[in-house]
């Protein structure tokens, strides 16, 4: 079982930065996959970047391909995700989402949610 808690989040104008972190407690956070998702108003939940337990393999879709990246801290039990040239359509609540054993597509694949943290890019 993994506990999940975000932060990082916040107001920044369009072309900046961003990064988020999840801290992590459980056991079996090391054999874990990883994922970040978000959430805007009136839209689904959609998975932008997840990270596989070792860290070997990762996942962005194109919206976020070469702005965003995902890693992760075994020893220090936490997953980040840093975001660069921000767009106001980047603006959403963004989640971290721990499974097992692999990267999944789906946020109803995922078993371990934490409360999210706001994410506000303005133009």
């Known amino acids: 079982q993994v506990q999940l808690v975000e932060s990082g989040g916040g107001l920044v104008q369009a072309g900046g930065s961003l990064r988020l972190s999840c801290a992590a407690s459980g056991r079996l956070f090391s054999r874990s996959a990883l994922a970040w998702f978000r959430q805007a108003p009136g839209k689904e939940r959609r998975l932008i970047a997840a990270i596989d337990w070792s860290g070997d393999s990762t996942y962005y879709p194109d919206s976020v391909k070469g702005r965003f990246t995902i890693s992760r801290d075994n020893a220090k039990n936490t997953m980040y995700l840093q975001m660069n040239s921000l767009k106001p359509e980047d603006t959403a609540v963004y989640y971290c989402?721990?499974?097992?054993?692999?990267?999944?597509?789906?946020?109803?694949?995922?078993?371990?949610w934490g409360q999210g943290t706001q994410v506000t890019v303005s133009s």
């Open positions: 989402a721990s499974r097992t054993p692999a990267i999944a597509a789906e946020a109803r694949d995922y078993d371990y």
